[in-house]
């Protein structure tokens, strides 16, 4: 074993084998990117695998079990792992060993594929309306690593049996993330909320909701004013009619004036999370443009940015000829926008690792998977391709 106090500087630490849990109807992680999974909470901190993972992190090694975050890193973009970090700045790493044991202090739960969307970059297992759009329409299905002839459940829930286990690991939590489905329409989450501020755990907690930003009730914005502190996380990749073609189901109306209104919270934080894809890409200037506004209306905005990871046919790379360059070009404007009027330099390192990716990597022979897809999505949805980006693609 290698002793904390004289192990290298572990710039490979993650925390989140010790502290976090990610959990997805029924399918327990030590955070969403790993791979290695246990089916119930109980059973995945003393697995094997999560003790070897411990191992590999304190020789300042790079788990293979943890490449989404190498990759991202690697690219100059932030990763899962620095984002958790973030949360763990003072830790004492001496107390993190092989063998020691700890409450759980992060949280991520995702209970219930319940939502009002069917983004292009989702799945069945968190959108109840991919669910059922798959169901009717089979040829979808392989898209998504399905069979034609499998049969979907349409609404997945967590057992009773795993949510106890997850109640019951509560006592210590310290950050709280909430994602679906769409959350603000899972009851669970709000019995959840309800028993965080009965217990008075809310009083000292972080609560992070990642949401599509389409719902904002009375009775969601007075629990989330009981927490301490309280992170709205907006999944919004593009505006506009590219918003409403990515994240189908999206109002962009809507969304804007929810937005309004999670920013008057005043123990609210805003992030703007977003995946880049080969659609949200050609209009990334008019985003960045929303993102400069927003900013200006809050002093506390921040913005992530991902690479499409499920679906390498929608990775930005696969653009070819005048598309790829009207991404390049717009990935520059924006960086420029952003300098410019916002002095995000954290984001502009984001869009730096955007742009050396696509000036580095080319996977223009999944350009015409891309077109079938689009194509596919487009006839099933009544939608266009060419109305929404100007260009003709089949």
Known sequence: MIDADTSPARDNFCIMPWVGMFYR??????????????AAPADLRDAPEIKRLKKELLANERPESCNRCWQAEDHGMASLRNLY???????????????????????ELRIDNLCNFACRICDQDSSTLIAAELEKHPYLKPY???RTDQTIAINKQITETNWQQVIDRLGKLKALQLTGGEPMLIKKFYD??????????????????????SVVNPQILQRLSQFKTVYIIASIDAVGSVAEYQRYGTDWQVVTKNVRTFLSLSNCYFTINGTLTAYSVLDFANLCSYIADTSELHDHVAVTFNLVSARDHMHPTVLVGELRERAVAQLHQGRKIIR????????????????????TEDNRD??????????????????SFERIFGSKIY
């Open 85 to 107: 970090m973030c949360h763990f700045e003072d830790i004492d790493r001496a107390r993190y060993t092989e063998t020691s044991s700890h409450d759980l202090e992060y949280l």
């Open 144 to 146: 998504l690593g399905i």
């Open 340 to 359: 410019d009027r916002t002095g995000k330099e954290a984001f502009c390192d984001q869009i730096d690792g955007m742009i050396h990716t696509m000036m």
């Open 366 to 383: 999944r350009f015409d998977r891309f077109v079938q897809y689009t194509r596919d999505y487009d006839q099933v949805r009544g939608e």
């Open 192 to 213: 959840l909320m309800d028993l965080l501020i009965r217990n008075k755990i809310a009083d000292n907690m972080l609560l992070m909701i990642t949401t599509n930003c």
């Open 25 to 38: 109807i029924d399918q327990a992680k030590v955070c969403c990117g790993h791979t290695f999974k246990t």
